[in-house]
Every structure is written in structure tokens, then in C-alpha cells.
């Protein structure tokens, strides 16, 4: 996904702020307007976090709408919703992160699934990070309980699995 947007946007690195701020958040773009989901958000507070002015906004916006690939993209853009990884700690809850080799790599997550079911450990959440979206993709998994570092190694025998931590 984000090949076809920067091919776009490679020309104007401003608008190219606008446009990150728009996926790493998840929203949407209809009828010449901002969204979370359902809640409509202010041009002047995605310019302010995009350090752009609220013209550069309106500008992106306007682009996004008249590319048909653009349109497509942003107007079914949702927020996935928060982790519980800042939280995890206040609620018992366990969090593995791994950091792969390449993201693209398969089985990762369904091998670190595998070793947290055997031992009797349940995933409350996973996140994983797109690796054309994020400079350094990572998986995060809450689990139910807290994980003992123990398990470390295991982890750390998934092919492609470049570092791990538990917290």
C-alpha cells in the first residue's frame, strides 16, 4: 500500500507528512473531510501534527479525491482500535515483542502463537506492524498472565526473529 501511495505523493514531501499522519492513525478521508471512523477530525489539528499549514491539509485532501487508487484507499481506512501494550502492565497482563529479521518472513506469528498456547498462555491481542508501512515492523502479543522470561529462547529459535522482549 504505501508503494502506491508515495508514488503520489514522492513530489510534494508535504503532503507526504499529511499522509502518514492520516495511516499511522487510521483515518479516513469523505467528502472533503477528515474521520476517525465515524468522528469527523479538524484540519487544523492534523496540520498542526503534520507541522503543515492548513492549506497543504486541504491540498492533500483535495488529491486524495480526485485519484481514484487514493480515494479507494483512504475512504476505507479505520483505526484498528489501541493496544493494551501501555496498559498490560496495570491489568497482569504479559507483553512479547519481536522484532523480525524480515517481516515478510512466514510463521512468525503463528510459531510465537504456538509456544504461548503450549504453555497454556492465551493472547489477548496481537499487533503487527505492515512492513511497507513501518520503518521497523514489529509484533506485539498481550497475553493473560505475565510471561516468564524463560521462554525467551524459544522465541528466539522462530525463524526470522531477530530480537524479542517480554515485559
Not at 480515494?71 to 496495570?90: D, M, N, P, Q, T
Not at 510465537?112 to 509484533?139: C, F, K, T, Y
Request: hydrophobic share 45%; glycine share 4%.
Amino acid at each position: 500500500m504505501w508503494s502506491i501511495i508515495k508514488k503520489y505523493f514522492e513530489d510534494y514531501p508535504e503532503r507526504l507528512k499529511v499522509v502518514r499522519i492520516l495511516i499511522d492513525n487510521g483515518l479516513n478521508i469523505r467528502n472533503g473531510k477528515i474521520f476517525l471512523n465515524e468522528i469527523e477530525i479538524p484540519i487544523v489539528r492534523i496540520a498542526r501534527v503534520a507541522n503543515v499549514d492548513r492549506r497543504t491539509v486541504i491540498e492533500t485532501i483535495s488529491m486524495i479525491e480526485e485519484i481514484e487508487e487514493l480515494r479507494r484507499i483512504f475512504y476505507h481506512l479505520r483505526s484498528a482500535g489501541h493496544s493494551l501494550k501501555e496498559v498490560a502492565r496495570y491489568l497482569n497482563f504479559g507483553v512479547l515483542e519481536i522484532v523480525p529479521e524480515d517481516a515478510r518472513i512466514p510463521g512468525i506469528l503463528a510459531n510465537a502463537a504456538m509456544i504461548l498456547a503450549n504453555h497454556g498462555l492465551s493472547i489477548r491481542q496481537a499487533i503487527v506492524d505492515d512492513p511497507e508501512l513501518s520503518p521497523e515492523p514489529r509484533l506485539v502479543l498481550i497475553v493473560e498472565k505475565k510471561i516468564p522470561g524463560e521462554l525467551i529462547s524459544e522465541f528466539l529459535k522462530i525463524k526470522g526473529v531477530a530480537k524479542v522482549s517480554i515485559y
